[in-house]
């Protein structure tokens, strides 16, 4: 009788994981005028967040990582966890009316603050790729890393979204060291080894291919922050020689209309900086629909902030006014009740590479 109860559960279980990852597909020709994003779902937890994500009404929604927590080795645990999101009803409703698409960071690739040492990342791409119901004829399902690009839209309209893949190639950071007494996690400093990637060459030369490809505007989406220097959290200034090397390519490519999206951080902010290619990079950090920071704000210095923080469950949304003779770019970030507490404005031809 317990040996068939077993069975029943798992049964169930993996009915769950396979019947309620049914997604909309991505029609590349619709020319995207709504975005949603964000990052960092607990999926044990109440998720409120997808009802106004919901009465938004974005022509996409794009998970930056987190998307569950899964935190273990056994591709199992990581379905289970997938199931419970799946259970979600908030995001049962979304699913069915708008397209999702997902990158990864830490917590659903598998451990926290993992990079290539994880020794189960082809098994969880593999369940990553299963549960957000990507074709078999995929790219992502032919390669290591769950990296892709898509061109939305037609010429004038176009919008580039980049997913990158900031885990499955990483190597080693450069460990913080820890005070008397301190409990916090690891933490990191500026590495100086320039041996170290971020993205590893295969996706780094990828991403050029990409940067080459025409449009208006390209959206980066990275699960960690671009821009912000100053905390010791994970971060591209980690790697310093990597984030210049992603400036350096956005240079040498003479791709416009950058604008970089990102997670992880358990609070919502925008960044801004001259990164050299001829415009100002932005960052949105869309963070999180379930987590939020408790630190304070002491400790999240960031001299490239423009505004404040929202420290509330939050989500990015990014809106481009297409009928204007210089079409505007609205990036924002909502609170939990869709509000709007943090919004820049830019036209596209403040995003011109010189």
């Not at 909309?24 to 709504?34: C, F, G, Y």
């Not at 949603?36 to 998720?47: E, F, T």
């Not at 821009?227 to 959290?233: G, Y």
């Not at 925008?270 to 629909?289: A, Q, V």
Request: with cysteine; glycine share 8%.
């Amino acid at each position: 009788m317990n040996g068939s109860l077993s069975l029943c559960c798992m049964l169930y279980l993996l009915g769950t994981f396979l019947t309620c990852s049914g997604f909309i597909s991505i029609n590349e020709d619709q020319t995207l005028n709504r975005i949603a994003l964000g990052s960092c779902a607990r999926q044990n937890l109440p998720q409120p967040i997808w009802d106004p994500i919901f009465e938004y009404e974005p022509d996409l929604f794009i998970f930056l990582g987190d998307n569950i927590y899964g935190d273990s080795t056994d591709m199992d645990v990581l379905k289970r966890k997938y199931g419970q999101l799946a259970e979600k009803p908030g995001f049962q409703k979304l699913r069915k009316s708008v397209p999702i698409w997902a990158t990864w960071d830490d917590h659903d690739y598998g451990a926290d603050d993992a990079g290539a040492e994880y020794p189960m990342k082809a098994e969880s791409q593999r369940v990553f790729l299963d549960f957000f119901n990507e074709p078999a004829d995929s790219p992502r399902r032919q390669r290591e890393g769950i990296y892709d690009a898509k061109i939305f839209g037609p010429k004038g309209k176009r919008v580039q979204i980049i997913l990158l893949d900031t885990r499955y190639f990483r190597g080693p950071l450069k460990l913080k060291p820890r005070k008397p007494g301190e409990i916090r996690g690891d933490r990191y400093l500026p590495s100086d080894d320039t041996s170290v990637t971020l993205l590893g060459e295969t996706q780094w030369k990828w991403l050029e291919e990409q940067l080459r490809t025409p449009a208006e505007v390209r959206i980066i989406a990275s699960s960690i922050q671009v821009i912000s220097e100053e905390h010791d959290s994970e971060k591209w200034m980690n790697l310093p020689h990597e984030r210049e090397r992603l400036y350096q390519l956005i240079y040498d490519t003479m791709a416009s209309g950058v604008i970089f999206v990102s997670g992880d951080v358990h609070r919502g902010e925008l960044s801004r900086m001259d990164g050299g290619s001829g415009y100002p990079f932005f960052d949105l950090t869309c963070s999180g629909l379930t987590q939020l920071t408790k630190s304070k704000l002491s400790e999240w210095t960031n001299r490239h902030r423009i505004g404040t923080i929202n420290w509330t469950q939050s989500f990015g949304t990014i809106e481009f006014d297409w009928e204007e003779l210089d079409p505007l770019i609205r990036l924002q970030i909502r609170d939990d009740d869709g509000e709007v507490c943090l919004q820049r404005k830019v036209h596209l031809s403040e995003l011109q590479a010189m």
